[in-house]
């Protein structure tokens, strides 16, 4: 298992160094260090029967392969299942690897919460990594996330837009979070996004006092 993670690792270093600094290998870093240490404090507590740490770290590694922000036509839908294989993983392993990564987004989950749902009964790791991915996009760190995707994929936008999606979209995460750990965590980062939001606010404020 040792040599498949480190095979994973290398391949997941290359694929994510064509994303922006938002969504690159520093991220996937975070997400894999979050997840265990969610899955840790998760036992530690006695909320969470034994997790699949292998299982973890392999999803955690490959969650944002083949993302539908980035990905190309030419990728597979399944590509985090045949970089598995293709590196000696079991089809079993592969394939619930696969459908972490295929149900972590936050977008899915918005389309089929039920199914989400479902399917952490079936793979409580999914609960970790997702949980995992959502804090990355929160705190300080989500803040730089966010600055960063915006001006590489929303051009057209301005900075206030990035702002409004605290609101919209990153304020409401800790409403998401599966886990006793993601929801403590996810608690004092979107504090820390609505302190922020707050300073932008008062700033921005001298536009209409002239």
């Known amino acids: 298992m040792d040599e498949l993670i480190a095979k994973i690792k290398l391949y997941v270093k290359d694929y994510m160094s064509r994303y922006d600094a ?6 996937v870093l975070r997400v894999l260090a979050l997840s265990h240490h969610i899955a840790f404090q998760e036992i530690k507590r006695g909320l969470s029967p034994e997790y699949d740490f292998s299982l973890i ?9 083949g993302d539908k922000k980035y990905v190309t036509d030419t990728e597979p839908e399944n590509l985090a299942e045949v970089v598995l294989l293709d590196n000696g993983a079991t089809e079993n392993l592969a394939k619930k690897v696969q459908m972490i990564v295929t149900h972590v987004s936050y977008s899915g989950e918005i389309r089929n919460p039920l199914l989400v749902r479902a399917l ?12 995992a991915d959502r804090l990355d996009a929160t705190g300080a760190v989500g803040i ?12 057209d936008e301005s900075m206030e837009a990035t702002i409004t999606h605290f609101h919209q979209k990153l304020e409401n995460l800790g409403e998401m979070m599966k ?23 008062e700033e921005f404020a001298i536009l209409g006092s002239g």
Request: proline share 2%; no cysteine; charged share 25%.
């Open 22 to 27: 938002s969504h690159d290998y520093n991220h």
């Open 57 to 65: 770290t392999l999803a955690a590694l490959l969650h944002d392969v």
């Open 120 to 131: 952490i009964t079936e793979l409580p790791e999914l609960a970790v990594v997702q949980d």
């Open 144 to 155: 730089g996330r966010a600055f960063t995707f915006g001006g590489v994929k929303r051009k």
């Open 179 to 201: 886990t006793l750990t993601g929801k403590t965590m996810a608690t004092e980062r979107i504090q820390r996004l609505i302190i922020f939001r707050g300073w932008w606010a």
